[in-house]
């Protein structure tokens, strides 16, 4: 009796493991039907699991389960699951394959940036080539609430706002106006945010950037000294199946012009991209032109399925002539003839560089994989100004490892992580020089006169970081984060002079600046999420800020800048996944601001100036952002009109914020801050706007930008004036056999408003960068042959 009982117990048993209906199917590449080992399949029953070396995978089934498919590379899908019994072929495709045209159908936010407890932007080709598509700065200031771009003339000097974190000190007050600090730039996963924290982007060519993502807030948990955000570039890439030679021609007002000839070919295992472009313009003011060589290439293999290799060439030949700020009388009478210091010292900027970087991904497990990538660039630039001449020539390499974990922790706990660090170091040779007037041509360009200055600087910096997300029922979610980083600067002075004491080398080093993260997560059905999330960052001293100018020793009492964030927010899709939108409210102070302090010796001592912490800055702000998709149709005139908009209120304040500077007679003054608003913000920012697409071929869209009052003195007495600016553009598209064609126009502030590319924070009376105050054309033409 008892054998019988235990042979139907083992039958039922059998029975209830086999009723236990399992969803089984196949990941694919849908060009070459290849198939696709490690992908990660995630259902909303949290349940997790890859597929194999076949791409085959399989998953208990649940009701109205949904899948989610990724895999590096390519897009991620998405799948509602109707029968259990029926086998699943999931065709992935690329996810660069709309890359290289402008698509103006609806968007939706895909589940796995839903899973991402933070404020995060992604610009596409639409957002980038609703303009010319070579100024990042109109993408990034129509598109991204929150951020602000800057250029300091045709196509240089570009800086980035994030949140109200701006740039380093300057000797002039609480902005140094000159170069990018507190964020982070990569292209390509190559950094271009040097290894002293400095961040110049004269020699990126943004005509070729196909994807941009950008993280506001500090982000040190994973990218190490990022006290303001994030700013990820990726060129364009390869078609998969496809070769194809593509030239691009456009013309603009003063006398703009660009070339771009780029070849593409991808095959099943190998993609290679080459880009050249030739760029000029004249400047619509005096001593502004711009004139631009870019030489680019993406060579990408697949050597197995658990294998992908990527590289990046880059080099190119930038030179900008600047005109200088406009003071502000200047500026209001509309005299446009730039600022004579600058001229007469034939103010410009050349960069000639290289920059390469190879990376390399391996899955060694379903749950473990590792990708790393190794860089380096070579740089000569050459600057002056209204102050002199300078001569850099850094080298910068360095590397950048990261590990994807995942672990299925039980009945649908989900555990995912990466853990890595990144190392660079920049060796720099800078020399500065006087200018002096030319005796054989006194009317001309002053010519370079003795060195001010010789230094050798040697800047490292490193992270090591991990970040863990435990998936739970009911789509929950927690993360938590943590880097450690250090920067290290050495500078050697190269000058000698007779009789000083002072040292010749002098080092400052910046350890165990930890940036945790924290944060909470719930999706709701595959369309919604809501977080909660805390970050922390920091931004180290520079060169420029950590020696004392009159005795040439190290400023002891200098402390890196910190920030904490605390954020709260939603994104989604709503309205039948036609409106797709972000929402976030956050506070971000920063402490331990940098300031310059003037300090009189002696009474019959000339002042110097050093740098000190001085105070910090209480940024809340409000963030909108909304895509609607408001028709769609395969037989009508229009196939798409998708309006957009998004909107910044900022409340930024100094906060216990003092500055010292000398009067007249050498005294002392202190200038208290305390609760002004931060210079260089617009409380209000709002964009809007309108694309179309049509069925013939016809495209086109019209966008909107309403900018603030903006203060550009910390003391709150000078505000530049807000302004209007409305753009449009219009273009024709079709293909024909082999040929494919592209024809379009715009304009650019249709209503002739007076504005600015930049406001130079604190330098009285130099104030003002403008930009074109009459309405600007441009036209062009693609053609691209498809082999």
Known sequence: MKNTYFSLLGILMSVSVFCQTKTEGKILDATTNSPLSGAKIKSNYNQMTSSDEDGIFLLKCEENMTLTISYMGYETQTININNCNTYLNINMKTSDNVLDEISLEGEKVPIQDLEKPRSEVELSVNELKRGTGLFLDDAINANVPGVTMYRRGVSSGQQFNIRGYGNGVGFKGANNNFDGQGYKVYLNNIPITDAEGVTVMDDIDFGSVGHVDVIKGPAGSLYGLSIAGVVNLQTNRPKNGETSLEQKVLVGSYGLASFITQFQMGQEKTALMVNYSHQIADGFMDHTASTKDF???????????????????????????RGGELTIDQYNDFDYSGNARYIKNNAHSEVISFRAGLSYNYQFLDWLGNTTSVFGSSITSNSSSAAGWTDKNPNNYGVRSTFDLNFELGTHFILTGVAGFEFQEQRAQITGYKMIENPSDPEGYNMIGETKSNQFSDSKNSSIFTEWTLNMPLDFSVTAGISTSSMRIQLENRLYIPNSTNPNVVTANYTDLFSPHIAINKVFNNNVSVYASYSKGYKAPVSGNIVLSTSGTLNTGLVPEVGNQIEIGTKGNILNNKLQYQFAIFNAIFKNKFTSVAVPLDINTTAYTYIANGGKQNNKGIEVLLKYTAYQSTTGFFSNISPYANTTYSDFKYDDFSYQSLNSDGEAIIADYNGNAVAGVAPWVVNAGIDFNSNIGIYGTINYEYRDTVPFTSDNLNYADAYN?????????????????????GVNNITGTQYYYMLFLNQLNDAYLPAPYEAN?????NLKYHF
């Not at 293909?735 to 064609?741: G, M, R």
């Not at 054309?777 to 033409?781: A, H, I």
């Open 725 to 745: 600016l409305l753009n449009s553009k219009l273009g024709y598209r079709f293909s024909l056999n082999h040929f494919d064609l592209d024809v379009y126009a």
């Open 295 to 321: 030489l680019n290439m993406v060579l990408d293999y697949r050597p197995s399925d658990k294998q992908f290799i990527s590289t990046y060439f880059g080099y190119s030949n930038s030179y900008d002539e």
């Open 777 to 781: 054309f441009y036209g062009g033409v």
